[in-house]
T-cell receptor, first 116, second 113 residues
Framework: KAGVTQTPRYLIKTRGQQVTLSCSPI?????VSWYQQTPGQGLQFLFE???????NKGNFPGRFSGRQFSNSRSEMNVSTLELGDSALYLC???????????????FGPGTRLLVL | AQTVTQSQPEMSVQEAETVTLSCTYD???????LFWYKQPPSRQMILVIR??????QNATENRFSVNFQKAAKSFSLKISDSQLGDTAMYFC??????????FGTGTRLQVFP
């Protein structure tokens, strides 16, 4: 099976712009979660989608949003970019037969976003 | 609030030796899951091992094993016969009743020849 894929792998934007990142989960996986990784804050949970619905949300401002499509592919959008949004954005997918079942999350290679 | 603590920012080990990475967590939950993930320089996060809190038996995966002490809220990772390819950041993570992984700050492991 193909792993989790993320596009693009690298992105450079300027402050004030917006950006959309894409994630394709492993075939058959219905849950997609997004994480932000920075040297200062470490790995932080952004949100999780399951069956096109946001099921969990982390403590991020409303500039960060996401969605999931019927084929389980997910996108996250960051509007009005700030310098502090520079990070590695990781997407993870899991089968998730039920919330809280502790299913293993499989990660994609990440999108490295640089905001200038 | 649930927290995960990795008190060793960096560790090193010689090839073929054994090393143990520490992880403690804080939770009032009884049913939860613990993970160790590895992130090599490529930045791809790779699952190393998974432990279900309701199982007393320690999980093992080839050269990787855990010492899970539920009462002490400790979840250490032992890597036996260390290989150069084990060089990476190792993250301990915790999840309960949602799919939100809570990560520790990581331990950078360097394996020397």
């Amino acid at each position: 099976k193909a792993g989790v894929t993320q596009t693009p792998r690298y992105l450079i934007k300027t402050r004030g712009q917006q950006v959309t990142l894409s994630c394709s989960p492993i075939s058959g996986h219905r849950s997609v979660s997004w994480y932000q990784q920075t040297p200062g804050q470490g790995l932080q949970f952004l949100f999780e989608y399951f069956s096109e619905t946001q099921r969990n949300k982390g403590n991020f401002p409303g500039r960060f949003s996401g969605r999931q499509f019927s084929n389980s592919r997910s996108e996250m959008n960051v509007s009005t970019l700030e310098l502090g949004d520079s990070a590695l954005y990781l997407c993870a997918s899991s089968i998730t037969r039920g919330q809280g079942a502790g299913e293993t999350q499989y990660f994609g290679p990440g999108t490295r976003l640089l905001v200038l | 609030a649930q927290t995960v603590t990795q008190s060793q920012p960096e560790m090193s080990v010689q090839e073929a030796e054994t090393v143990t990475l520490s992880c403690t967590y804080d939770t009032s939950e009884n049913n939860y899951y613990l993970f160790w993930y590895k992130q090599p320089p490529s930045r791809q996060m790779i699952l190393v091992i998974r432990q279900e809190a309701y199982k007393q038996q320690n999980a093992t995966e080839n050269r990787f094993s855990v010492n899970f002490q539920k009462a002490a809220k400790s979840f250490s990772l032992k890597i036996s016969d260390s290989q150069l390819g084990d060089t990476a950041m190792y993250f301990c993570a915790f999840v309960f009743n949602t799919d939100k992984l809570i990560f520790g700050t990581g331990t950078r492991l360097q394996v020397f020849p």
